[in-house]
């Protein structure tokens, strides 16, 4: 029998207090060791799903499952085991990285915010530190990285409890396009190592067939997912992937899928 999913999303509906509704039927689900993308316009409730599988916001309808719910986390302060792990690393536009501490410090946060003593996580955010390629930056201060490092040391934060999912809300569209395809490229090779099942939203057709196992195309606001499509690229992606056929075919029906849920909203009277 196939694992059950590590989250699953039933005809999720989300209509702000005194706003929107950004989200109506939504179904959605991830496995463990799958890389879904979420791709769709501007709007269309994205970042609210996102932030309902993280647990920071409810659904109005529907229901969210998670894997780990049965069994919670252990409360703060009471568990010291190394490694220290919990379920859920995001990853968000903005490194948002504390600018009065070191990257090591910023990377110990999540233990520490666990009560984890900086003996006990030292293995754990070195280890960290060294899958995003920052060892020799531990010392930095956020102010001396460039973007990209920024980014990096996020993603080792997100990383350093060991998640199961990894959920990354378009975390590298404020950075130049080559900083932007290197992060893709290490992204991929992490994931393979590690195979944590990953949500990733943005924008871009081409960076979301190219990280992908499933691409996930939503209407606009209310946003549910209107197509899917499954990338049947090899798993190991380079330079050569995006200039083959089947990556343009795939980024092509990706695209199609995108414009035709943008005209059928528009037909039917919805705006983005
Ligand atoms: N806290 C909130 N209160 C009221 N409305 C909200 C809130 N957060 C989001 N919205 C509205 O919900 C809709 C979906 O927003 P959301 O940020 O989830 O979309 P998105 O697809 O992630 O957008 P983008 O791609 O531009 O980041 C938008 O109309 C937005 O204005």
């Given amino acids: 029998m196939a694992a059950p999913p590590l989250v699953e999303l039933a005809n999720v509906g989300k209509t702000y207090q005194h706003g929107a509704t ?35 916001s409810q659904p109005t309808s529907g229901t969210i499952r998670r894997a780990w719910d049965a069994s919670p986390a252990p409360a703060a302060g009471t568990d010291c085991r190394v490694p220290w792990s919990h379920p859920l690393g995001c990853v968000f536009q903005e490194p948002t990285l504390l600018p009065w501490t070191s990257v090591w410090n910023n990377v110990y946060l999540p233990l520490r915010l666990r009560g984890v003593s900086q003996a006990a996580a030292k293995s754990q955010v070195d280890e960290a530190l060294t899958l995003v390629g920052l060892q020799g930056f531990e010392q930095a201060y956020p102010r001396e990285l460039s973007g990209g490092m920024k980014m990096r040391a996020s993603v080792a934060r997100a990383l350093v409890t060991r998640p199961q999912l990894l959920l990354l809300d378009e975390p590298f569209a404020a950075l130049d396009e080559i900083t932007r395809l290197r992060l893709n490229d290490d992204l991929l090779a992490l994931w393979r190592e590690r195979r944590w099942g990953a949500m990733f939203i943005t924008h871009s057709v081409f ?66």
């Fill in 207 to 272: 960076e979301s067939v190219y990280l992908s196992t499933r691409v996930l195309v939503m209407s606009p606001r209310p946003g549910r997912v209107v197509e899917e499509i499954v990338i049947d690229l090899a798993d190991v992606r380079t330079a050569e992937t995006r200039t083959s056929v089947r990556y343009n075919e795939l980024c092509r029906r990706a695209s199609q899928a995108l414009e035709r849920a943008i005209a059928e909203a528009s037909t039917a009277g919805r705006s983005a």
């Fill in 22 to 56: 950004a989200l109506a039927g939504l179904d959605l689900h991830i496995g463990a060791g799958e890389f879904v993308s979420l791709l769709g316009p501007s709007g269309c409730g994205k970042s609210t799903a996102l932030r309902m599988i993280a647990g920071l």
